[in-house]
């Protein structure tokens, strides 16, 4: 079984989808998936 530990920094992560040329509906849909997801990891770890 191969397990991969990814490490992301978000704060940078969603500068660079803001700054990108991806339009406005994209940019907003990914920033809100990253940050279900930063509320969920957060909420399995209290």
Request: proline share 0%; hydrophobic share 50%.
């Amino acid at each position: 079984m191969t397990q991969l530990n990814i490490n992301l920094d978000m704060d940078q992560l969603t500068e660079q989808i803001l700054g990108s040329n991806l339009n406005a509906a994209t940019k907003g849909l990914a920033v809100a998936v990253f940050n279900a997801y930063m509320e969920a990891e957060r909420d399995a770890h209290v």
